[in-house]
């Protein structure tokens, strides 16, 4: 998939001269028309919300526009259900997945009238005496070594990931509520984090349906809606494909018709809590060259750090790098681009093919609308970089 750009050098200079570098910049524009695009996709589904993980961008510029375009919010702590309330996000909008939860963010959430997703079944008394049993409620599914389709660096391996309860745990949870006078509920798993295959997304689908028929069956209770999770990838390289949601959401309604509809179990609302997918193309960290270094390997260094971006640091995550006003130069120079931490990871690129790059030079990082400026940091006490929403005609 080639990389391009929704602006020019001429646009970015202008903007430089307000706002140095480095700086995050997002692409209104291409996230609005994301966003649609997903919905469309699923417009078949009974109800169909996406609930915007805003850990990817807990930008409430960003988050403002997502809900105009009728996204709900995926949060995980307490200032992520406060920055959702603050831009108008509340009630059964939000989604509250987290893990090792605070008393205090149990209390926000059902504060909030918010849908509540337990992580652990020890969870049920601890929810219950910090802020009572809600009228609807969900579990985290992790099927660890039943899963085919395995996790990644990222969230590790369902069976050694830390996250959601075990199958038999399930049907204890459930019976558990059934028997507190819960009357609603709902499934969820998030077993995947930038993934690109697609039957990876219909295969989850086929488990949680056949997960609701059996939990159905045997506990006597009717679901409202199933959660898919989020984790569909972008191609960071070049040469990597796209999700096709269109094909993914094809194969998950024949899987609905086969199973939920054939059960009576329908309607079951299908929702998800894509991030990266929505804002991740469309956010780009822009970079000035302010050093060359010349040693046992070639380095250019940057006035950005893995402080702005932490994923190559991390992870070891490929960001497609573009100099601008080289674009059509030959790529005959091998560097490794780097920031001014004290840490030999702090790194964007390692030996990565690009023009020849000179003091000065402008670098636009590619796809850093999601787990960008919001993993973060201030060590050796730098600041957080800018953020600047780019409004295009």
């Known amino acids: 998939m080639k990389k391009t750009l929704p602006f020019s050098k001429s646009q970015i200079e202008q903007i430089i001269k307000k706002y140095p570098t480095p700086f995050h910049i997002y692409d209104e524009k291409g996230i609005r028309e994301?966003?649609?695009?997903?919905?469309?996709?699923?417009?078949?589904?009974?109800?169909?919300?996406?609930?915007?993980?805003?850990?990817?961008?807990?930008?409430?510029?960003?988050?403002?526009?997502?809900?105009?375009?009728?996204?709900?919010?995926?949060?995980?702590?307490?200032?992520?259900?406060?920055?959702?309330?603050?831009?108008g996000i509340t009630g059964e909008n939000i989604m509250f997945s987290s893990n090792d939860t605070p008393l205090k963010d149990f209390k926000k959430a059902k504060e909030l009238g918010a849908i509540i997703n337990l992580d652990d079944i020890t969870h049920i008394p601890f929810l219950e005496q910090a802020a009572g049993i809600p009228e609807v409620i969900c579990f985290r599914y992790n099927p660890g070594p039943l899963r085919e389709h395995k996790g990644n660096v990222i969230i590790g391996k369902p069976e050694d990931a830390k996250y959601g309860l075990t199958k038999k745990q399930l049907f204890e949870a459930y019976k558990i509520m059934k028997d507190k006078d819960v009357k609603r509920f709902g499934l969820h798993t998030m077993i995947a984090s930038n993934e690109l295959a697609n039957d990876a997304f219909v295969e989850t689908a086929a488990m949680l349906f056949d997960l609701v028929i059996e939990i159905s069956k045997k506990l006597g209770i009717r679901f409202e809606f199933i959660n898919l999770g989020g984790g569909v990838g972008i191609p960071y390289k070049p040469e990597q494909r796209s999700v096709n949601l269109e094909y993914v959401s094809k194969e998950i309604q024949s899987l609905y018709k086969q199973k939920i509809e054939k059960n009576n179990l329908h309607p079951l609302r299908v929702v998800m809590e894509c991030g990266r997918v929505v804002t991740g193309p469309y956010g780009y960290l822009i970079t000035t060259v302010i050093h060359e270094k010349h040693t046992y390997k070639d380095y250019i260094?940057?006035?950005?750090?893995?402080?702005?971006?932490?994923?190559?640091?991390?992870?070891?995550?490929?960001?497609?790098?573009?100099?601008?006003?080289?674009?059509?130069?030959?790529?005959?120079?091998?560097?490794?681009?780097?920031?001014?931490?004290?840490?030999?990871?702090?790194?964007?690129?390692?030996?990565?093919?690009?023009?020849?790059?000179?003091?000065?030079?402008?670098?636009?990082?590619?796809?850093?609308?999601?787990?960008?400026?919001?993993?973060?940091?201030?060590?050796?006490s730098i600041n957080p970089s800018r953020e600047i929403s780019l409004i295009l005609p």
């Not at 840490?343 to 796809?367: M, Q, S, T, W, Y």
């Open 34 to 87: 994301n966003a649609k695009k997903l919905y469309k996709a699923f417009k078949w589904a009974p109800l169909f919300k996406n609930y915007f993980a805003v850990k990817a961008c807990p930008n409430p510029y960003i988050l403002k526009i997502l809900k105009e375009e009728e996204m709900g919010a995926d949060c995980s702590s307490l200032p992520e259900l406060i920055m959702a309330e603050k831009v």
């Open 301 to 380: 260094g940057v006035d950005a750090c893995m402080a702005n971006l932490m994923r190559p640091g991390m992870y070891g995550a490929y960001h497609h790098e573009t100099v601008l006003g080289k674009e059509n130069k030959p790529n005959t120079y091998i560097y490794d681009v780097v920031g001014s931490l004290c840490e030999n990871n702090d790194k964007f690129a390692v030996d990565r093919k690009l023009p020849k790059i000179d003091i000065g030079d402008i670098i636009v990082i590619h796809d850093t609308g999601a787990h960008g400026f919001s993993m973060g940091f201030n060590y050796i």
